[in-house]
């Protein structure tokens, strides 16, 4: 019986340590840290993630909070980081500016997987891709083109121009079913696009060639899989 009540005894003691551990204020939440871009507040980062002020320590699943802020149209990636005992660190990388879809009057900014952060009154220094059919588009979702697999080679273009230090115009227009760039003078037909690594480097065989020759005006052509081609304006 003795040994009956000892028992009871330190349930009850146990209970009370752990019911005084969960209640503490020491364990609970207080500091919520992260960059704030694209209006996510406080308040909108909690209603994503279910992060709250006040929430147990222990309760808090890093791994859930960063899948559930990836349900922000803005949010490309969260990283999330406990501290104990009451600090939450988000380390979010937000979708960013890419380039400008031009429909009408409009200016549709799009990160480069061509999701929509929205509508620019300029387009300053960015690519503007004129040209493509557009559907709809709705910020944070990607943007709704008839022939949105041309958007995406273009975005391909551009990243590859950059990559070998080239600065084409930042016009760039898709006409007659052909994507155009226009470097040093030079108009390049890249045609749909398809198999981009293949074409710019084509181009890059024709272009430096002609810049060695001190030819600034012409057609490289290489809308077609087959051998590009030089076209001089008025052949």
Not at 4 to 9: E, H, I, Q, R, S
Not at 130 to 133: E, S, Y
């Given at each position: 019986?003795?040994n009956?009540?000892?028992?009871?005894?330190a349930i009850?003691?146990?209970?009370a340590?752990?019911?005084?551990?969960y209640?503490s204020p020491?364990?609970?939440?207080q500091?919520i840290?992260?960059?704030?871009?694209?209006?996510?507040?406080l308040?909108?980062l909690?209603l994503?993630?279910?992060?709250?002020?006040?929430?147990f320590y222990?309760?808090?699943?890093e791994?859930?909070?960063?899948e559930?802020l990836?349900?922000?149209p803005?949010?490309?990636?969260?990283?999330?980081?406990k501290?104990?005992?009451?600090t939450?660190?988000?380390?979010?990388v937000y979708r960013?500016?890419?380039?400008?879809?031009?429909?009408l009057d409009m200016l549709?900014?799009?990160?480069?997987?061509?999701?929509?952060l929205?509508?620019?009154t300029?387009a300053?220094?960015?690519f503007?891709v004129?040209?493509?059919?557009l559907d709809?588009?709705?910020?944070?979702r990607?943007?709704?083109?008839?022939k949105?697999?041309?958007?995406?080679n273009v975005?391909?273009?551009?990243?590859?121009f950059?990559?070998?230090r080239?600065?084409?115009?930042k016009?760039v227009?898709f006409?007659?079913?052909?994507?155009?760039?226009?470097?040093?003078?030079l108009?390049?037909?890249?045609?749909?696009?398809?198999?981009?690594e293949?074409?710019f480097?084509?181009?890059?065989v024709?272009?430096k060639?002609?810049?060695?020759k001190?030819v600034?005006?012409?057609?490289?052509d290489?809308?077609s899989?087959?051998?590009?081609?030089?076209?001089?304006?008025?052949?």
């Open positions: 019986m003795k009956l009540f000892w028992f009871v005894l009850a003691l146990f209970a340590l752990a019911y005084g551990i209640v020491v364990l609970r939440i500091n840290e992260f960059d704030s871009q694209y209006g996510l507040d308040e909108t909690s994503y993630s279910g992060l709250a002020h006040g929430d222990f309760d808090v699943s791994k859930a909070i960063s559930s990836l349900g922000h803005f949010v490309k990636d969260a990283t999330v980081t501290k104990f005992p009451n939450v660190v988000i380390d979010i960013q500016h890419f380039c400008v879809v031009r429909y549709i900014s799009i990160d480069d997987e061509a999701i929509v929205g509508v620019l300029e300053g220094d960015s503007v004129t040209g493509l059919p709809s588009y709705s910020a944070g990607t943007i709704k083109i008839t949105l697999y041309v958007l995406q975005i391909n273009y551009i990243k590859l950059e990559i070998a080239l600065s084409p115009e016009n227009r006409e007659d079913n052909c994507i155009y760039f226009e470097v040093d003078g108009f390049v037909n890249f045609g749909l696009g398809e198999n981009y293949k074409r480097n084509d181009f890059l024709i272009y060639d002609l810049r060695k001190g600034e005006k012409g057609t490289i290489i809308s899989d087959g051998l590009p081609v030089y076209r001089p304006f008025g052949d």
